[in-house]
């Protein structure tokens, strides 16, 4: 690790380059540098198009991501309704049956009852009260 008295004096050098651009100087043109600059502006270029290419996918991914919620909602309703379109079907069959059922059954007649005797016991008649007689007493 360097000490502190190993490192560059930044501000003695930042002085430096601020005199030699204020002035114009710095050691004139360097050809390496171009070369670099047309290096990242070819690289620029070259990312410029791959950009495009990749917001044009991400707008197709954003439409298909769309398309698939639609889907998906839509799957999900036509499960529901299938499953309350089974539970009126299956009710409909239901009281649809016990219909059919109580318009096959043919009816029921009551059957008549044989009339019901109670046999009492005869009793010997009770001989009425006469009136009394006119008899003379007797002496």
Avoid: C, Y
């Avoid at 690289?43 to 639609?70: C, P, Y």
């Avoid at 109580?102 to 009770?126: G, L, Y």
Wanted: hydrophobic share 40%; charged share 20%.
């Amino acid at each position: 690790m360097a000490t502190v008295s190993q490192l560059p004096n930044f501000e003695e050098r930042a002085d430096r380059v601020e005199r030699a651009v204020a002035h114009g100087g710095g050691g004139g043109h360097n050809d390496s540098m171009e070369a670099r600059i047309q290096r990242l502006e070819t690289l620029a270029e070259s990312t410029g198009e791959r950009l495009t290419r990749v917001e044009t996918t991400l707008q197709h991914i954003d439409k298909e991501v769309s398309n698939f919620k639609w889907w998906v909602v839509a799957q999900i309703l036509a499960a529901l309704l299938t499953v309350v379109g089974t539970g009126i079907a299956i009710q409909q069959m239901t009281v649809g049956t016990f219909q059919a059922a109580s318009h096959d059954r043919p009816a029921v007649q009551p059957t008549q009852q044989p009339p019901i005797i109670i046999n009492v016991p005869a009793v010997a008649p009770v001989p009425a009260p006469q009136a009394p007689t006119s008899q003379e007493p007797q002496k």
